[in-house]
């Protein structure tokens, strides 16, 4: 039953979010003294992106072939796009109605001008599949591409490391902590509302930060939502069964705006610290890791074991526009389109001062987005 389906979805995605918040606190004590700006689209990026790589492999490896591909892909750029434009908008909805319309959302635009360029680039990347097919070479040439991405951030954005007081103190601010005996505390509470909220390090380390609770913390939490990210996989087909619309199309809305919660909550979380670079350098770097590494690792793991994807098979269409623009192809469709909307919405970023009114006619713009796709 529909009902199940969606009960289903919604534990997953809640426990999800619980999880990503622990995962959060282990990822940035295991990765202190970062620079702005590299945290972001680094180590956020990768935490918060966990979900669209494992929902991506399960597709893969779940359904096999075009199906399988084409179900992680929808959830790769549906989520890309649920990033780069609302994401933002909500972090800045956040900031204007809880610190007042005077309170300045800045942002550095170079950096996002970089994240940017590198952005569009591995959409092209994802375009030459189409012509070259979707092999082994094809996926390497993804993760090849998210390492020089990383290797750029790190050495035009890497600054000096912070006063080790100075970080504790803000680390502690950040996440809400405590300090007592000079052990850091986190997620206090009860242990019934720690179990409902998936608070793994209150329920397993009494709430101790170190090293040994990060690192099981870290591990935990990536068994937890892969787990859940199993039992999304599971519900998307259910619905898509059940409601006699094409895995893709609901991929690419349901698997996509779940996966995209904990990129949603990192970036809420470091606005409210008025963290504003890393809140929009993990928005555009999640979605070069989802690119990437989301669809480029589990690719490569496949086609190396079953030989390339055959990307002739079309892709079943749920509207009209296809009849009559590009032959029907839908992957074709959806990387232009995906492209033209990221350009439009990071020149925005660039060149405007953000406002209600951009974020309005961003908002506008993911809808759009949304419609041609669907209408394809």
């Known amino acids: 039953m529909i009902i199940i389906s969606l009960l289903c979805l919604l534990i997953s995605v809640h426990v999800i979010r619980k999880s990503s918040s622990s995962f959060d606190i282990a990822a940035n004590y295991l990765t202190r003294n970062l620079g702005e700006g590299i945290k972001g689209p680094t180590i956020n990026a990768i935490a918060s992106s966990l979900p669209e790589l494992l929902i991506s492999s399960l597709f893969l490896f779940y359904f096999k072939k075009i199906e399988g591909f084409t179900a992680g892909y929808g959830t790769i750029i549906g989520s890309s796009a649920f990033n780069i434009a609302l994401i933002p908008v909500i972090a800045f909805l956040y900031i204007y109605i809880t610190k007042g319309k005077e309170k300045v959302f800045q942002i550095n635009k170079n950096i996002v001008k970089q994240d940017a360029y590198f952005y569009l680039g591995s959409i092209l990347i994802m375009f030459s599949g189409i012509f070259i097919g979707i092999s082994w070479y094809w996926s390497l040439g993804l993760i090849f591409y998210y390492l020089v991405y990383i290797y750029y951030v790190i050495n035009k954005r890497l600054t000096k490391k912070e006063d080790g007081n100075l970080y504790l103190k803000k680390f502690i601010k950040d996440h809400n902590l ?8 986190a997620e206090e509470g009860g242990r019934l509302s720690a179990l409902f909220n998936f608070k793994l390090f209150r329920i397993f380390f009494f709430g101790k930060v170190n090293t040994f609770s990060s690192v099981i913390v870290v591990i935990l939490s990536v068994i937890i939502i892969g787990a859940c990210c199993y039992l999304l996989v599971r519900s998307t087909e259910s619905i898509s069964e059940i409601l006699g619309v094409n895995l893709f199309i609901c991929s690419f809305v349901i698997a996509a705006i779940a996966s995209s919660i904990p990129d949603t909550i990192f970036s809420v979380q470091d606005a ?5 670079i890393d809140s929009f350098s993990n928005a555009y770097g999640s979605n070069i890791f989802d690119i990437c590494i989301g669809i480029g690792l589990p690719v490569l793991i496949y086609t190396a074991l079953n030989g390339p994807i055959d990307m002739d098979m079309p892709i079943e269409r749920i509207g009209f526009i296809g009849d009559y623009v590009l032959e029907g192809n839908l992957f074709m469709w959806s990387l232009i389109i995906l492209f033209v909307f990221s350009f439009l919405v990071s020149i ?21 987005f949304l419609l041609s796709l669907i209408l394809y």
Not at 178 to 185: A, G, P, V
Not at 272 to 276: A, E, I, L
Not at 349 to 354: E, G, N, R
């Open 178 to 185: 405590t300090l007592k005996d000079k052990i850091l505390h």
């Open 348 to 368: 925005l970023y660039i060149k405007c001062k953000l406002s209600i009114r951009i974020m309005i006619f961003i908002f506008t713009l993911y809808i759009l």
């Open 272 to 276: 409210k610290n008025d963290k504003f």
